[in-house]
């Protein structure tokens, strides 16, 4: 007789084998019983404060380890985590949302129960518009199928996946799983050979060649390949915001970071002038058409993705990006580096100006000459993003942010997903103090697991971003004392940074603090902006400054210095 195991049991198995160790989330009555069964496990339960917390932190999980999973209960937590979903799917990353849902036998007594909304599908029909597959195992003999196939999609195609138990069937019988045997999806021969031969061509004919290399050199683990790629061909390389520390970014080969008119003007000229762009695995979001200030050229671009690859206006499809660009290696002769004058923003040293009051740019300066190997470098959006895409990254994937999806609150759970999965890592996070006050509190479960990020608030008491675009009093948001967080939770150290002077001290003492998290409340203008900020208002044209400062007579709330 064939072998059994429970349903619970079945993925539980998979997860594991999968390289999942550690599952985020929240219980409910609907999923305790597959919390049982998790922690009766090898996998470990890392309890979150809410469900978007944990499904930030599985996001980041499954960027740095290549899968994660968060298992909620039904509706009233699903439907909390879709949003931290969305952003995985918007921006590929393959997680796995495991539900509980009322059990199927209660359902036939009652239409009425609790968490539910409309039927007992609309959970699992929702959340089909925003995963490679949404499946209920609502049936013990093809529940192990349709965990295979739900895993596969979510691993191929690098989106997040659902799986929805019932919790009457957790424990239903079914049989025990046969070894992963994932399909490699194989590149049609003749089309590969087709498109890298006039991908050849059009880049032998070039004089000024450029890569610019996105998000799926991460997702697919091309980082490699990719330094194999631009060493033979000695092409330089830009990266998109999304994409950034896809490669070590002190490679002299390495650019920086492209987005149109926001990024560095030297990175944009090299691009710009390129007389054929490669593409690779990026998909320009008008955040890296810098708000579509970019000047990209289509009759000079080799548009290479996961989905499909497009040679100015030739399409062809059925290729794997990893055997494209393994194989146009083979097909291009070696050449010397080629010589583009960039200047890294790390050419000048930096000197701390002890009085000055911080500005985003310098604090962004200042942390730059700090990063070493150790750390991972977490941001949330806003200035917090843009201003950190100058940032020097050494190593592949540490780098992450929501760069196209730019949901507020991803980094504070993102850093604990990301440093659960990678201790060795320290996370530097940067975060607004609007993003901080909706995901904040997942420091409480930095706390619980021992961590040690160094979180760095840019209070500029409110929705700057914002602030740029239309100003108003809805812009507006209370001044906490982001450095006494650790007097509420008991734990962690707290500052706070006016100056150069003081932020210096604080970043050396936090880098310093290995017993616990470390949170920097940096008190910064309402209407200081990045370099990147600056840049887009200078090309879009607009008095960035002086526009922003119109409504300044009228706080609505307090901003305390
Ligand atoms: C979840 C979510 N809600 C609303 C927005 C719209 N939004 C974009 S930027 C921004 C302000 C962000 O404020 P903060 O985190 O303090 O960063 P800052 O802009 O001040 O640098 C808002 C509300 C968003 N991107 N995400
Ligand atoms: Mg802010």
């Known amino acids: 007789m064939a072998q059994r195991t429970t349903i619970g049991g079945y993925l539980i198995h998979r997860l594991e084998e999968l390289g999942v160790k550690h599952v985020f989330g929240v219980p409910g009555d609907y999923v305790l019983g597959f919390y049982d069964q998790l922690v009766a496990s090898p996998l470990e339960v890392v309890g979150t404060c809410t469900e978007i917390g944990a499904g930030f932190a599985g996001d980041a999980y499954a960027r740095v380890n290549g899968l994660g999973a968060v298992c909620i209960t039904y509706c009233v937590g699903g439907f909390n985590a879709l949003n931290a979903v969305a ?38 029909l929702i959340y089909e518009r925003v995963t490679a597959a949404a499946v209920a195992l609502e049936n013990a003999d093809d529940a192990p199928e349709l965990i295979d ?81 631009v060493e033979h061909t000695g092409m330089p390389i830009a990266s998109t915001l999304l994409g950034k520390s896809m490669m070590e970014e002190d490679h002299p080969q390495y650019l920086g970071v492209y987005e149109g008119g926001m990024g560095r003007d030297d990175v944009r000229r090299v691009v710009e002038r390129a007389d054929c762009l490669m593409i690779l695995g990026a998909f320009l979001t008008d955040i890296d058409l810098g708000i579509f200030t970019a000047k990209l050229d289509p009759a000079k671009t080799i548009d290479a993705s996961a989905e499909r690859i497009a040679i100015k206006r030739h399409v062809f499809e059925d290729i794997q990006l990893k055997d494209f660009m393994d194989t146009l290696i083979g097909a291009l002769p070696k050449r010397k580096a080629a010589r583009v004058r960039t200047k890294s923003p790390r050419a000048t040293p930096f000197k701390t100006n002890p009085r000055a009051p911080m500005t985003v740019r310098r604090l962004f ?37 929501p760069a196209y999806y730019t949901s507020m609150g991803f980094a504070v759970p993102a850093a604990l997903g990301a440093h659960i999965n990678k201790r060795r890592l320290r996370p530097i996070v940067f975060v607004g103090d609007g993003a901080f006050q909706m995901t904040g509190q997942e420091l409480s479960t930095i706390v619980r697991q021992g961590l040690d990020p160094i979180v760095i608030v840019l209070n500029n008491k ?84 002086s526009s922003r400062r119109r409504h300044r007579s009228k706080p609505a709330t307090d901003r305390r210095r």
């Open 87 to 124: 952003g995985a799917y918007a921006e590929k990353s393959p997680l796995v949302l495991i539900s509980g849902a009322p059990g199927l036998s209660e359902r036939e007594r009652s239409p009425f129960l609790h968490h539910k909304v409309r039927d007992f599908n609309t959970q699992r």
């Open 149 to 229: 196939a739900a895993l596969d999609a979510c691993l191929r195609q690098k989106r997040p996946t659902y799986i929805e138990i019932p919790r009457d069937m957790a424990t239903a019988s079914c049989v025990a799983p046969k070894p992963w045997k994932r399909g490699r999806a194989r590149s049609d021969p003749q089309t590969l050979r087709e498109a890298v031969a006039e991908a050849a061509e059009m880049l032998r004919r070039a004089k000024r060649p450029v890569i610019l290399g996105g998000v799926e050199i991460h997702r697919f683990g091309l980082q490699n390949l990719l330094v194999r790629l």
């Open 365 to 401: 300066e200042r942390v730059d000459a700090m990063l070493g190997d150790e750390h991972i470098v977490i941001c949330d959006i806003g200035d917090s993003l843009f201003g950190a895409a100058d940032l020097t990254i050494r190593r592949h994937t540490e780098f992450l942010s």
């Open 462 to 545: 409110g929705y700057s971003t914002e602030r740029f675009i239309d100003d108003g009093p809805y812009n507006d948001i209370l001044n906490w004392q982001y450095h006494r967080v650790p007097e509420l939770l008991g734990a962690g150290w707290g500052t706070e940074a006016r100056t150069e002077a003081e932020f210096d001290t604080a970043l050396a003492q936090a880098n310093d603090n290995r017993d616990s998290f470390s949170i920097v409340n940096v008190h910064l203008d309402p209407y200081d902006s990045s370099r990147a900020m600056e840049r887009l208002g200078q090309r879009l044209g607009t008095k960035v400054r």
